[in-house]
């Protein structure tokens, strides 16, 4: 228990950067995803290929190699990232795809009629995706996308193995330096992980049923 | 419904559609452009750096650490589909006790990374002077993190069955044993099918979590081969370990998508009552 307790400060610091890294990566993911989605329902074919193969490609690749191109095959391109930052980037490359997946059945989810409409008044596709699809689309996507959300922020403890200093790098450090404490260390490092994703899950479940629209 | 969003095109939305045609044409050739001189400008183009994919015993390890791979991946998939009916019939069970300690296994297991999961297995019993191979460290974690997962997709597989089913199993004298073994499951399962098939998918992206902790799997050979022929090869290695996973992959999800549409079509052809039942299955699996 001791360990904990002395080590409090640099626990908090690895709980601090996690947080640091799930922030600007979720919202770098969802602003691509965003993008991604509505190439995804466009009339131009191109966009919609374009989308619809990044996503296939992605969703299907394991994220730690994601985390392999990031750290290992960008500085052979003359791209050197220090640690964090490819931790971001595979991060929001990842996700991206799997915001996009959420936003897009959030928009499948809007009723046909909203656009019947949309469109009976004149309004273009740029239009209508911005003032009448987007806007309820946001609403049925909260919970899917917490969810997505949840995930990253389990995902980014593989950014320990790569020398991000979070939380579960801090773990590991921590436990090398005093291996008699190694069960102290990993409930303390579990009970963190489970207030981020626990709370992020009960916000997810309250949201639903307040944003949740009669249809 | 995405053909709703817009209508069908006139003139005028044609002649946008080319211009937007024409505009995504030139970022995606804008956006391989960047990539293919960034990719010459560092002499990644080599047909030497290339052709080591076609290697004997590059070949050999990275078949090698597939084959390691989907050992880990099937071993954890029957353990997780075990612990997924029993966690989804505790979940459903009438005694308290029972709903609680599934619920508690289902939030916190679901709640937590995997691969602090890992570290948990492969570290902890350290503690009281217990090795855990890695092989076991990661089958273990991969199987309790994924029991919880099936066990919620199952759930609400028998969930959208309808009341009838289990009522209709009590009045001709089965248990609540036997009526979720007869009746519920089988039919629960065919409905989640191909969110099952998806967490297939995930399980067999988890198992290259194994390199971290030193298994000898796919990506960790991956790794290795790179280390011993430089990093100039880390390009072509990684494609290829990529390349074997989405192959993989999306044969496992192109086979969910045919599940998934063979169901849709049998709902429409069947008759008028069953088919609305099959359709409100159909949107909570969705949901």
Redesign the interface.
Known sequence: MSTIINNLGILWSGFAMTLALVAVSSVAALVLGTILATFR???????RT?STTYV??IR??????IF??AL??L?????QLDFFAAAVTALSVYYAAFFCEAVR?G??AVA?GQ??AA?AVGMT?GM??RLI?LPQAWRSVIPPLINVF?AL??????A??FGVAEM?NV??RL?NTD??A??PI?FT??VL??AI??TA?LAAGRLERKVAVSR | ??A????V?GPR?RR??TY??VA??LL?AGIAAVAIS??A??G?LSPELWGVLARKDLQTLLFKGLGATLQVALTSLALSLVGGVLLAVGRLSHRPWVRGAARVWV??F???????LI??VF??P??WGIHVPTFWALVISIAVFNSAVIGEILRSGILSLPKGQAEAGYAIGLTRGAAMRLILIPQGVRVVLPSLIAQI?TLL?????G??IGYEEL?RN??IA?EYLG??Y??PV?TG??LF??VT??IL?WTARRIQKGKTNRSITAAAPASSEAAKNEVTV?A
């Open positions: 329902v466009s009339p131009v074919p191109i966009l374009a296939e490609v299907n690749i394991p994220s730690t190699v392999f191109f290992f095959a500085p052979q391109v003359d791209l059945s928009i499948n046909v656009l019947e469109r596709f209508s995706l699809v949840i922020v389990k995902t980014s403890a593989i320990s193995a579960l773990m590991e436990i291996a008699t190694v069960l990993l490092t579990a992980y489970l994703t626990l899950g | 419904m995405t709703a969003i817009y209508d095109a939305t946008r559609i937007g045609t995504g044409a995606l960034r990719l400008a560092n990644q939030e916190v679901r709640g937590l990374p995997l691969l602090l570290f948990f570290l902890g350290s503690a998918v992206k988890e198992t290259s979590l390199f971290i990506l991956g790794r790179v990093g100039k880390a390009i990684y370990i990529a996973y989405l992959n999306l999800s969705d």
